[in-house]
């Protein structure tokens, strides 16, 4: 195809899925409005506890997260769809995301918890914690009832009239009582039937009080009936089904990179490329490790206040080593291998690793080219990503959680949360399942075709855990992306797939701050996360080194170059037809790729 043409189309099928993501994806994402921020929330806290509880919170220890009312989500997305759904939480005023700011001490079980609306930073929830031996007065339940509902208009203007009482629960301790009222909204009554399981979804407003003080309230919650989270739960457990199978396969694709890096770990490929692959893993390591500081926030939220604050820090960060450990060890082996066979069984299609980039200079004019092509490939995923998810929503039932949205935003720099998960998850998954499994199918007789069909199968399946119902559907969503990626990986190879594959999971981790541009900080940081490979492209345009690729020959050691010389003289006497045969039989018998292609090659037999 020619030049001018090719980019042609691709332009024309980015800007199409641009459109598309546009059109379909982005009015869902823009539920979710960060206008308060987190250090704003937590101001906002101490006003509230100091102003409405009269507490003082010097002294105690902050930590904040970032979240989705879940349940809430997907029942009204099950029921009626994101377009009603958004419509209905508007006119409700229903603030599906909010910041909850915890304060709290060691070793106290006392510890007060806000929550803060994150689009328009009203308090929207709040709890007091206190020790069950806990002292408060006895006061008539009728005076508590009418301190609720004073409390309620105060704050939020609450209408008795558009209620009903729900319930109304009394708790005995040695040394107080705590009543709990709650109210349904009369308006709002959203009906659940499926098979024999019945009920419907109510908005509740409720308090917590005990004696003169309100220990706890809540603006809106939906009371989800538990037909609907049986349901759920039957769905995870299918999904949570297919996940095992993908480990199966991961585990035994693993074991064979294991295998053949074991195996050919004195070759002249494996020899070139380990010191960057091992570099590159030891980097991700390093990030991820860095990433766990970054989210010291969520470990903080999570401390359970009955053991020591310090163990439990030193005891999480240890265990968060773990992972980051192997997920290098992951990459590094799969890359290793990966790159091996591709040079034994499409040497000319040198794109396809990085071996050739090695070998010439990674400040090259057709480097810049395969990411900015990485650009073009991950607008036409976003496009087909939202179009096989809007084909669900018609026609599958299919619905979809915001969690996700949530992951980076409690971290410290929320830009940096992002980077380390777009470059984690395109180095290590693209190593895997493009580079590897593509050119290990085609190894042994897979059709190209095929190859790439089943690779992105098993990396498609690989995602059916995540919070997608029915949970299949993420696992044909995966596989059609993978589909795409190992389609632009064969035409344009693995730099193009990594910088599609980096741009896609760090512009959707960043949405929460790109919905809201401005000159702020994490708007700033999260732009120049997302165009950081187009950077690295700009820089190796300027630079432009010569892409004059040095033979691989002269990595040989003593040894190869015995081999070759032996080689070379065997094959002196030999005719086409027996030289053929020979390269067949090397090759079956493991001889070195690097040595038969250079003693092949000058026979003209490649």
């Known amino acids: 195809m020619n030049k001018c043409l090719e980019w042609l189309l691709l332009i024309v099928l980015a800007a199409g899925g641009a459109f598309l993501w546009c059109k379909l994806s982005l009015p869902r994402y823009q539920s979710i409005d960060l206008s308060i921020s ?7 806290s101490k006003k509230f506890l100091k102003e409405k509880c009269r507490v003082q919170v010097n002294g105690y220890k902050t930590a904040v997260s970032f979240i989705v009312d879940e349940g809430t989500d997907r029942y009204l997305q099950r029921k009626m769809g994101n377009i009603a759904e958004q419509r209905l939480l508007r006119r409700l005023h229903f603030d599906l995301f909010c910041w909850v700011v915890r304060f709290f001490k060691e070793k106290q079980k006392e510890e007060f918890r806000v929550a803060v609306s994150s689009a328009t930073g009203e308090v929207i929830g709040y709890s007091h914690a206190i020790e069950d031996t806990a002292s408060r007065p006895t006061v008539d339940k009728e005076k508590v009832r009418q301190l609720a ?26 040394n107080r009582l705590e009543y709990a009222f709650t109210w349904a909204n009369k308006d709002v009554d959203i009906p659940w039937n499926k098979s024999r399981e019945k009920g419907s979804a109510k908005l509740l407003t409720s308090v917590t009080v005990s004696g003169n003080e309100v220990l706890g309230f809540s603006k809106f919650q939906f009371d989800i009936p538990d037909g609907f989270n049986r349901y759920v739960d039957n769905l995870v457990q299918t999904g949570q089904n297919l996940t095992l199978v993908f480990r199966l396969f991961y585990l035994a694709l693993l074991t064979i990179a294991i295998f053949i890096v074991v195996n050919r770990k004195h070759q002249v490929v494996a020899r070139s490329v380990k010191p960057f692959y091992i570099g590159a893993g030891v980097i991700i390591f390093v990030v991820m490790i860095l990433d766990v500081i970054n989210s010291y926030q969520s470990l903080l939220f999570d401390y359970p206040t009955t053991q020591s604050l310090e163990a439990y820090i030193v005891r999480q960060f240890i265990e968060n080593i773990i992972g980051p450990f192997f997920i290098a060890l992951a990459f590094v082996l799969p890359a290793l291998a990966g790159e091996s066979i591709r040079y034994e069984i499409t040497p000319l299609k040198k794109e396809r690793s990085l071996l050739s980039t090695f070998m010439s200079s990674m400040c090259s004019r057709p480097l810049a080219r395969q990411i900015f092509i990485g650009y073009f490939a991950a607008a036409v995923i976003l496009g087909a990503q939202a179009y096989i998810f809007d084909l669900g929503f018609k026609y599958c039932g299919v619905w979809d959680e915001l969690s996700w949205l949530t992951q980076a935003s409690t971290s410290i720099v929320p830009a940096f949360s992002a980077l380390v998960l777009g470059f984690q998850a395109s180095f290590s998954e693209e190593a895997m399942f493009r580079l590897f499994a593509i050119n290990l199918l085609k190894k042994y007789g897979v059709p190209t075709i095929l190859a790439v069909i089943l690779s992105a199968a098993m990396w498609g399946f690989g995602h059916t855990g995540y919070a997608i119902f029915p949970m299949w559907f993420r696992g044909v969503e995966v596989t059609c992306i993978g589909i795409i990626m190992g389609t632009f990986y064969l035409r344009y190879g693995l730099v193009c797939v990594v910088a599609a594959h980096y741009f896609i999971d760090s ?14 900080l994490n708007f700033c ?34 040894q190869q170059n015995f081999n070759y010389n032996l080689l070379l003289e065997l094959c002196r006497l030999k005719s086409p037809e027996e030289l053929i045969v ?19 090659g000058e026979k003209n037999l490649l």
């Open 525 to 558: 940081s999260a732009l120049a996360v997302i165009i950081l490979p187009l950077m690295l492209a700009l820089i190796a345009m300027i630079f432009n080194k010569s892409t004059q690729e040095k033979p691989l020959s002269i990595k040989f050691n003593s």
């Open 149 to 174: 509902f004073d409390f309620l208009k105060s704050t939020y203007g609450f209408s008795p009239a558009q209620y009903i009482t729900h319930g109304e629960d009394l708790k005995k301790y040695d």
């Open 582 to 600: 020979m390269k067949k039989d090397l090759e079956r018998h493991g001889w070195d790729a690097a040595i038969i292609q250079r003693v092949f």
């Open 507 to 520: 512009f959707l981790s960043s949405l929460p701050y790109l919905l809201k541009p401005g000159a702020s």
């Open 38 to 44: 987190q250090i704003k929330a937590v101001d906002i």
